[in-house]
């Protein structure tokens, strides 16, 4: 899609529609009002967000976890050498995501449902011919990709820094940024998704943020349980069900971290339990219409 299309504000733009006058002749015309009504609905969505305190919910999240991974690394690496190691210092930032994931996701997605309904925003959605449907999907985007950054941005900078400071590592450097990164990435849709939905179905916010903070100490918790795979159950331990790393208790009394043979198996498996959970609620959110 061109420059010009992608700054259409409305379907009455001429330039569009002549886009799809032209596209109907050769049976695109579908695809291309599906992709361009998606694009306006995330387009309006930021529009909606100018200004609001949406974004300063948003930084505050991705310092909060920058601050917590950052003073982890800052006593491991003052620590004792045989800790000094990079997947040892990235796997403290990994584990803070099925704990927090599900409350600042809820807050987040509380925040955009509260602006939906306020100013007479939700008349100005239908003006536009919006689908509740679409504007999920739009919410989905913002708030999914909003959240995963700040997670990604500890696990990205942890590693970083230990190996410029020396920690040991082995193997490719690349591997565990790239799958912590992208497990989080699906690990915070999922969670977005449902979250989502529960800020959009129910009137009293305060139950999507209840949701929030008891699945996060359960997902959290997986782990310490010995029952990782249940995660696979639910959006918030997705990340405890995929956790590339494997810790082992050493004679000394430290722990050693290692990454799985094969983490890609598990980046996949939440990838496809993100598109389960965001099919799901798509499901939810269209029946929910459809009844209306």
């Not at 210092?89 to 509260?114: G, H, Q």
């Not at 536009?128 to 999907?137: D, H, I, K, Y």
């Not at 915070?188 to 699945?215: H, R």
């Not at 990454?259 to 609620?281: E, L, Y």
């Amino acid at each position: 899609m061109s420059e010009k299309e992608m700054s259409c504000g409305s379907f009455d733009n001429p330039y569009y529609n002549m886009q799809i006058r032209n596209s109907r002749r050769s049976g695109t015309g579908n695809a291309i009002r599906r992709e361009a009504g998606l694009f306006t609905a995330i387009h309006m969505e930021l529009r909606k967000l100018k200004g609001s305190s949406f974004w300063w919910m948003a930084a505050g999240m991705a310092l909060l976890t920058s601050a917590w991974s950052g003073a982890a690394f800052m006593k491991r690496a003052g620590g004792n050498p045989a800790l000094r190691t990079v997947l040892l210092a990235d796997n403290e930032p990994y584990t803070f995501i099925s704990l927090m994931a599900p409350i600042l996701a809820a807050l987040l997605t509380s925040r955009l449902a509260v602006m939906e309904t306020g100013g007479r925003m939700s008349l100005k959605w239908l003006s536009l011919g919006q689908s509740e449907v679409m504007r999920f999907l739009a919410k989905f985007v913002v708030a999914g990709l909003t959240l995963a950054m700040s997670f990604i941005i500890p696990l990205v900078w942890i590693p970083v820094a230990a190996k410029a400071k020396g920690f040991g590592f082995t193997g490719s450097f690349a591997r565990p940024l790239v799958v912590t990164s992208l497990i989080a990435l699906f690990s915070s849709l999922a969670v977005v998704a449902v979250q989502l939905l529960i800020s959009m179905v129910m009137d009293k916010q305060a139950v999507g943020l209840g949701i929030g903070v008891i699945a996060g100490l359960i997902g959290s918790g997986l782990i310490a349980l010995g029952k990782p795979q249940f995660g696979w159950l639910f959006p918030a331990g997705i990340s405890s069900a995929a956790d590339p790393f494997v810790s082992k208790a050493l004679s000394n009394g430290y722990a050693s971290v290692t990454m799985v043979g094969n983490p890609w198996i598990r980046v996949v498996a939440s990838f496809v339990a993100c598109v389960v959970w965001a099919v799901v609620s798509v499901l939810i959110i269209k029946v929910k219409e459809s009844r209306r």
